[in-house]
């Protein structure tokens, strides 16, 4: 067993349960532990997260140079417009991200309290038939 494990993403924002409520319909994750300053989530091959109350939290203003990148989130979507359309729906917005084109597909949102993730398409597997 290694000396160190990857633990818990904690996101620090003013509102951790409806923060937790984007992520948990965002990753159809389960809420498994609960307190007054803390939410955390678990969602597809274990992947969990966690939102700590700060209630002095400023949201990062990235890509605009006003307020550094504190986190930045990489999901893997297959269909981009799809969940595109679920992030909006949940109080997501897209941040445009103005950076070149690179070996993969990918949008950028900022969730309800302004933490920045990209949606990146999954390549396929095989080549498309016919």
Not at 3 to 16: H, K, S, T
Not at 76 to 83: I, K, P, Q, T, Y
Request: charge should be negative; proline fraction near 8%; hydrophobic fraction near 40%.
């Amino acid at each position: 067993m290694a000396l160190v494990q990857a633990g818990v993403v904690v996101l620090d924002c003013a509102e951790p349960e409806k923060l937790a409520a984007f992520y948990k319909e965002l990753l159809d994750a389960e809420e498994t532990d609960t307190s007054a300053n803390r939410v955390e989530i678990k969602g597809a091959a274990d992947t969990r997260m966690a939102f700590r109350r700060d209630v002095n939290a400023t949201p990062p203003s990235w890509p605009r140079p006003e307020h550094s990148l504190q986190v930045h989130l990489d999901f893997l979507v297959e269909d981009l417009d799809e969940a595109e359309r679920k992030v909006v729906g949940l109080g997501g917005r897209p941040v445009d991200i103005k950076e070149p084109a690179g070996p993969f597909e990918e949008r950028g949102y900022a969730d309800p309290a302004g933490h920045s993730f990209t949606l990146r398409r999954v390549r396929p597997t095989a080549p498309k038939q016919g």
